[in-house]
């Protein structure tokens, strides 16, 4: 079973990291196939309803004009013919004389007579005959019986005469069955004048016959015309009173469009007949002859009533504007009434009682095309019949497409995850896609050598940067080098544990292994910019150059000084000879001891204790005699560090001092940059400090506490010029690993005083692999190398007091890596015996 590795990589998805914000929705290929061929099917279905439509629309205006056409020239037949009838009708009553006079026997064959020609014509409502004197006698047909007051059921006829009798006029009225027999007769008296008649008006002005416009026949309320006729010899006037219901029957008996008016009026716009059967109400609160078909009726709703009537004016008007131009009448045409769209035919009948009538047809268009949408809507559910059919096999054929890339992307995300070898051939019937996998794969081919060449260089690069670090100082040695191939035995060691408390830690691939690597080999890349002279100082004076020659020179003018001093006496006679001569060699052999000790101090192998710092600050008060500029020569930086009064020449000097401009500031900015990073290493407040007595008594070696934290500086210059290179993820933990190397478990180390838990395991090996290696080296010139079993001796005691990790000690030592570490880089006067039980207890 594979060991888990105890250092996560990253939490962070690499992909979400990567990809940037989409600010556009995105669908799916088989989502955007299905829509394209929903679109596709729906506008194609949509184009041929469309035609469809249009055709059938075009087909239904030639139909409804066909049908109009007929219509109307079936109702010019039969008005013509009931025209006619009508005239006949009345010359042969002129002939017969009806007389409205008539009594006895001769009012009851003129009776008989009426009624048989009634019979005769299903279209006559009554006959009557009017006179001058008002007298008046008509025949009444009772086909509704029960719409006439005071007549019975079994009433078939009824009779109206009307004469004066002295000064009254009396109405007589007189019911019969069907065999002609009387039932009832009854007198009344009665005012009204049949001469007032608007049909009685118009025949009497007239010559020949005329057309009353449309009334409500008395008592019946139903409509109807009067054809009626002046007969000079008699005096009389014949009317034969035509139901238009009859006119109506005609009209239903023809195939018009679903709910269409038809109307038949005079040039005049008087309505002859229309479409439908009449309404009383409309009749008697309107006064115009309004008619409705029996599902139009309004059920005494006034509203209802007001907004029909209101649509009948206007289709009537309509028809009235149509029949005033002549070059609309007889086509169809289209218009809109009411917002509602119609087809509207007009056509010329017979002149009738020399007035033009036309009959005119409204049907609206969504009625007559009906038949015709029916068989859209029908293939409209037929098509999306077949469309729910077809999705299923569409939604599978797009799967042909969807699978393949879908095992196409899975490829690609083995290229994103960088494994190029298991990158394969996806199967598919789409030679785009086929072609698109060999691409890929090819792709992941090239992808991984120009990924393994650029992994060899930036390594090489890497490893150039360590070659570069430790031949920068022969101190360092080849310190960068044998680092990294330590580190790599200890992690293999550690990888290798499958118990103990190392039992969770392994690099479970390739990646973790390479970061850890690179790692090792950056540990120390800070020293890349820490000054040599700080690295390489062998002397307490050492900068540039090591400084004890400027002081044997002082040394040198005051040992000439006393010299001249001798001559001086001798030749002023001041002294004698004998005392000149002691005094000089007294002062030339303190000035040689006071040299000499100030050189073996600057060597700095020795422990500066209290006597000897006390003897460097009586030596330092010595002066000598300056008497040049010690501003000449200078750059501009150097003399800032200087006094700006210079002192006047010549002047007297200490032979050892602590100056200003010995004194290096440290940039304010470095400072607060330590503290955002979370260093916690203690920084001293000048950059550098160069008095000559400040670092002559340096207690231990020959670094003041600045030059050793400009060295220790390497690991914040190492966290500094790693953390901001953009590694990818799999690298990500380079910085933390290579920054961590001089911090220890009790939190005394640098540069953050991270402890415990808080320092990785990696970062731990490589704290084991840069002490020992230090320990062992064999090529630093400022220290002599330690044997094997005194360097494990310091690492017993460097895991002890908790500086390294005990675990990974007692590894190192019970592996034996120590030994083949040893083996291949130690000289081998350096490898003795180390007793590794003794450490391991």
């Given at each position: 079973m594979?060991?888990?590795s ?20 995105v ?14 099917f ?14 059938d629309r ?12 007929a ?20 010359r ?9 006079t008539?009594k ?7 009776r008989?007579?009426?009624?048989g ?22 025949v ?13 059921p ?44 608007l ?18 026949f008395a ?19 014949i009317?034969?009173?035509i139901?238009?219901e ?54 005494h ?19 009235i ?8 009448i ?11 769209a ?15 009538y ?11 095309i ?6 859209i ?8 019949g ?15 497409i ?16 960088k494994?190029?070898?298991d990158?394969?051939?996806?199967t ?16 992941a ?6 990924a393994?060449?650029?992994r060899?260089l930036?390594e ?34 550690a ?22 690597r690179?790692?090792?080999?950056l540990?120390d890349?800070g ?7 700080i690295?390489?100082k ?5 900068v ?6 400027e002081?044997r ?12 001093d ?55 008060r010595?002066?000598w005699?300056?008497?040049?500029s ?6 501009h ?24 401009e ?32 400040y ?13 050793r ?13 790693l953390?901001?290179l ?12 290579a ?16 402890k415990g838990?808080?320092i ?28 094997l ?5 310091i690492?017993s005691a ?5 500086h ?7 590894l ?27 450490y391991?207890?």
């Amino acid at each position: 079973m594979k060991k888990r590795s105890m250092e996560p990589i990253s939490s962070t998805n690499s992909e979400g990291k990567n990809m940037k914000k989409r600010s556009n929705p995105v669908i799916s290929i088989r989502t955007l196939v299905l829509s394209l061929f929903l679109i596709a099917f729906c506008l194609t279905a949509g184009l041929l309803s469309g035609v469809h439509f249009y055709f059938d629309r075009q087909i239904a205006e030639n139909t409804a004009e066909k049908i109009f056409t007929a219509t109307a020239e079936k109702i010019g037949e039969q008005l013509d013919i009931l025209n006619n009838e009508s005239r006949d009708l009345l010359r042969m009553l002129g002939q017969i004389q009806i007389s409205p006079t008539a009594k006895g026997q001769l009012l009851s064959t003129q009776r008989a007579l009426l009624i048989g020609l009634i019979k005769q014509n299903n279209r006559v409502h009554a006959i009557h005959s009017t006179d001058s004197d008002g007298n008046f006698f008509e025949v009444i047909s009772l086909k509704n019986s029960e719409k006439y007051p005071d007549a019975n059921p079994d009433d078939r006829w009824v009779t109206i005469h009307i004469e004066k009798r002295g000064d009254k006029r009396i109405k007589t009225t007189q019911f019969f069955d069907k065999n002609l027999t009387l039932r009832a007769s009854a007198d009344e008296a009665t005012r009204d004048d049949p001469n007032n008649l608007l049909w009685y008006r118009m025949a009497s002005e007239a010559s020949g016959m005329v057309i009353s416009p449309p009334y409500l026949f008395a008592h019946f309320t139903i409509p109807g015309v009067t054809f009626a006729k002046k007969f000079v010899a008699t005096r009389t006037i014949i009317g034969i009173d035509i139901s238009l219901e009859e006119i109506h029957t005609v009209i239903n008996q023809k195939l018009l469009p679903p709910r269409s008016n038809t109307f038949i009026f005079n040039d005049k716009g008087d309505i002859i007949t229309h479409k439908g059967i009449a309404n009383k109400l409309i009749f008697e609160e309107k006064q115009e002859p309004v008619f409705l078909t029996p599902g139009e009726w309004p059920r005494h709703d006034k509203t209802s009533t007001t907004s029909r009537i209101s649509l009948i004016k206007r289709q009537h008007q309509e028809l009235i504007k149509l029949a005033s131009e002549n070059n609309q009448i007889g086509t169809i045409q289209r218009t809109h009434i009411e917002g509602k769209a119609y087809f509207t035919y007009v056509h010329l009948l017979k002149k009738m009682s020399g007035e033009h009538y036309f009959i005119g047809f409204l049907a609206p268009v969504a009625d007559s095309i009906a038949p015709d949408m029916k068989k859209i809507y029908i293939a409209l559910l037929a098509t999306l019949g077949l469309l729910l059919l077809l999705i299923p096999g569409v939604w599978m054929l797009a799967g042909m497409i969807i699978n393949p890339i879908n095992a196409l992307t899975k490829e690609n995300a083995k290229i994103t995850k960088k494994q190029y070898d298991d990158v394969g051939e996806v199967t598919s019937n789409i030679t785009e896609i086929i072609n698109l996998s060999h691409s890929m794969v090819s792709m992941a081919s090239s992808l991984e050598e120009y990924a393994t060449k650029q992994r060899d260089l930036l390594e090489s690069f890497i490893k150039l940067i360590a070659a570069a670090i430790d031949k920068k100082s022969h101190c360092t040695g080849s310190h960068c080098k044998r680092v990294p191939v330590l580190s790599a035995m200890i992690a293999r060691a550690a990888s290798d544990m499958h118990t103990g408390p190392l039992a969770k830690f392994a690099f479970t691939g390739e990646d973790q292994w390479r970061e850890f690597r690179i790692a090792s080999w950056l540990h120390d890349c800070g020293k890349i910019i820490t000054p040599e002279y700080i690295v390489d100082k062998g002397t307490k004076l050492e900068v540039i150059h090591n400084r004890i020659h400027e002081i044997r020179t002082r040394f040198e003018v005051l040992l000439r000084d006393a010299e001249i001093d001798y001559w001086k006496a001798l030749a002023q006679g001041t002294s004698d000879q004998g005392t000149c001569l002691q005094t000089l060699q007294s002062t030339q052999k303190q000035l040689r001891d006071d040299f000499v000790f100030v050189a073996q101090c600057n060597i700095g192998s020795e422990f500066m204790g209290p006597e000897n710092v006390a003897r460097i600050k009586v030596v330092a008060r010595r002066t000598w005699t300056r008497t040049l500029s010690d501003r000449l020569g200078l750059s501009h930086a150097e003399l800032k560090r200087y006094p700006s009064a210079a002192p006047q020449l010549p002047c007297r000097e200490r032979l050892l001092a602590d100056r200003p401009e010995h004194i290096i500031e440290r940039p304010l900015s470095e400072k607060a940059t330590a503290q955002l990073s979370g260093f916690t290493m203690h920084m001293p407040e000048q950059l550098y400090n160069q008095g000559e007595i400040y670092n002559l008594c340096i207690p231990h070696g020959t670094l003041t506490p600045e030059d050793r934290y400009k060295i220790n500086e390497h690991v914040i210059s190492t966290i500094r010029m790693l953390e901001p290179l953009p590694f990818p993820e799999k690298l990500a933990r380079i910085p933390e690993y290579a920054g961590a190397h001089h911090e220890n478990l009790i939190g005394t180390g640098y540069p953050r005083g991270l402890k415990g838990d808080q320092i990785s395991i990696p970062a731990r090996i490589l704290t084991l692999a840069d002490v020992f290696e230090a320990l062992t080296a064999s090529d630093r010139p400022y220290k002599k190398a330690k044997k094997l079993s005194e360097a494990v001796k310091i690492l017993s005691a460097m895991a002890q007091n908790g500086h390294i990790d005990p675990d990974l000690f007692r590894l190192f030592l019970s592996s034996g890596l120590y030994l083949r570490y040893a083996e291949k880089f130690l000289a081998p006067a350096q490898i003795d015996e180390v007793a590794v039980e003794h450490y391991l207890h």
